[in-house]
């Protein structure tokens, strides 16, 4: 079946719903934007290369959703000047929990923006977002040693 407006699954017109939705996941990039400079500043410097590509990612997909909610007239959440880290980063093994940390809560974000949106761009965005936030966490979940590295259902509680 098509996806167009005339089907019930078809894309419409955005929501307050879908654009807070957004807003979080615009949220949770700023946050891990920031906390990857923490997970750099832990590890080697020959070891930050995934920490320098996982930190361009979340750039990137801050930047096209403050496009997005700017195209819609919503003012996109702005990024805080520090953020509370969950613990301290006092290891390689710490910064490897803190990466795994930031990606599920970018996980979060996204799983709930699929929840709220009503247009099919978003829903492919959040898609295309919520796969590599799970690709990079089976990275940092093998460093951090957890087992299993991977998630069934990325962003969504394990129990």
Known sequence: MADDESTPTGSSAPTAAEDAALQDALAAAHT??????VV?????????GPVDDARQAHRDVRDELTKLLDSRGADPVATQAA???????????????LALTLEDGVA????????????GGTR?????ALTATELRAVAWRAAAGRTPVTSAFPGLPDS
Do not use: C, H, I
Request: without cysteine.
């Open 83 to 97: 953020y509370t880290l969950p613990f301290p980063v006092l290891s390689a093994v710490d910064a490897a929990v």
């Open 108 to 119: 979060t974000a996204w799983t709930w923006v699929l929840d709220q949106a009503t247009e």
């Open 124 to 128: 492919e965005l959040a898609v295309t």
């Open 32 to 37: 891990a934007v920031w906390g990857y400079g």
């Open 40 to 48: 750099g500043a832990a590890l080697a410097v020959d070891d930050r």
